[in-house]
């Protein structure tokens, strides 16, 4: 079996053999809102590669986070979990927990065996999360500066290799968060401090203060802890190459000293009117609503599995319709062969 691999751009194979076990991280869900269907495209092709790797004769050990604390709206700076936690005027536990069961139920209607992963939450791990950080700093890798403790980029040689960043060329931009204090336009937070203790509900005592972890070492310590410090594939949309799996890449091999992942794969967006679907745009469908339209969550993996994982994918419902007739074809040849209806769902 060969594998794209974003960080070489080339097909490689794997360096296990049959019957081995393969380390699998994909990149899952910020529990803050609902899931539209473009996101679930990442998690079917998760899937997907799960399934042909078991079918390859491979075992697999296959890990998603669930992110609940930590990731930073781009615009304000602040937790996209605690900011929807007071805009409902619920607690931000009950937002992580009703948009986890949503998701979860989102994937166990797109046939996604959740039975077959792990499921780590964010907040659950900050003790990995913070010996991690006390290893980058202890190697000299880590700057405090008003807001928190960041990863000074400069100090790590092959950064953006992933991306392919120039850094001499590198701009802050809507991804990149903008602080005069920083070193480097690309340095990230490992460590942001709580502005006033006891305002925020998730924050935790660390040495370097009251605070709450930074989205990218979130992945990178749970990662290590159920996959060890070097594993197979790690796997994720196209938009997380930079900055998310870039800044994986520098935290991990920096405190490591070693080569984090083997193959970093990367799916498409899915597109609708020409736009990547998401929720900043406005053109977003969640499965229930597709579900109104009269489409099954199935016929949609359909649809997703008939176009190359890496290319963009135009959703509208002329092409929705088709991929619903085909996959109710499909069912029917298989009740015709005398195989339960279900069958066809597993195929």
Known sequence: MLFYNTFTRKKEPLDKKAGETVGLYSCGPTVYHFQHIGNFRSFVFADLLRRALKQGGYKVTHVMN????????EDTGEDKVEREAKRQKKSAREIADYY?????????????NVAEMAFPRA?????????LI?????KGFTYAISDGVYFDTSKDSGYGTLARLDEAKLLEGARVEKKEEKKNPADFALWKFS???????????????????????????????YLGEHFDIHTGGVDLIFP????????????TGGKFVDIWMH????????????????????????????????????????THYR???????????????????LKAHFLALGLPAEASAQA
């Open 195 to 225: 502005t006033k203790s006891g305002k925020r509900e998730q924050e935790w005592p660390s040495p370097w203060g009251t605070g709450f972890p930074g989205w990218h070492i979130e992945c990178s310590a749970m990662a290590m802890k």
């Open 66 to 73: 669930i992110t609940d604390v930590g990731h930073l709206a």
């Open 311 to 329: 290319k963009p994918l135009e959703w509208s419902e002329e092409a929705m319709t088709g991929a619903q007739n085909s996959f109710e074809k």
């Open 267 to 306: 799916s498409g967006f899915v597109q609708m009117g020409g736009e990547k679907m998401a929720k900043s745009v406005g053109n977003i469908l969640r499965l229930n609503e597709l579900e109104r339209l009269g489409f099954s969550p199935l016929s949609y993996r359909f649809l997703l599995l008939g």
């Open 100 to 112: 986890t069961d949503d998701f979860m139920r989102g994937l166990k209607s797109l046939n996604i």
């Open 134 to 138: 006390k290893k980058l700093e202890e």
């Open 123 to 131: 907040s659950a791990h900050v003790e990995e999360q913070i010996a």
């Open 244 to 255: 998310h799996h870039t800044n994986e890449i520098a935290q991990s091999e920096s405190a």
